[in-house]
């Protein structure tokens, strides 16, 4: 129970990065955190303490592989979720250094000052 809380702190880290910061790296900073609570999250819910991988062997029982044997879902998902992760990022960073380059800043308030 203290992992999903500490998870819970972790996506509100994220959260207020996101919503009450004005810089734009810190907002990415922000996504980036929130994006890793919920693959944390992921991984938690497909934990198994003793577990083992899901591969059945001849010598086997089918009833103890399906007691014991974790599920490999929660783990493809933040495969997944890890490759779309870091395609967003380079987005977000590529936004971020135009951003830069046109208005020299990363302030979002001088961005729409400047912006009239």
Known sequence: MTLYFLDF???????YALVVKRHIVKKILGVAIMEYSVNLF???LGFKKSGIPP???KDMDFE??????????????VL????????????MVAMAIRLYERYGTF???EINRLRG
């Open 80 to 91: 997944t979720s890890i490759v779309i992760g870091l395609g967003t990022l380079a987005l």
């Open 9 to 15: 702190v972790l996506l509100s880290i994220g959260l």
């Open 42 to 44: 992921l991984v938690l």
């Open 107 to 109: 302030d979002m308030d």
């Open 55 to 57: 591969i059945l062997t």
């Open 64 to 77: 103890t592989f399906i007691r014991t044997a974790v599920d490999p879902l929660p783990q493809a998902l």
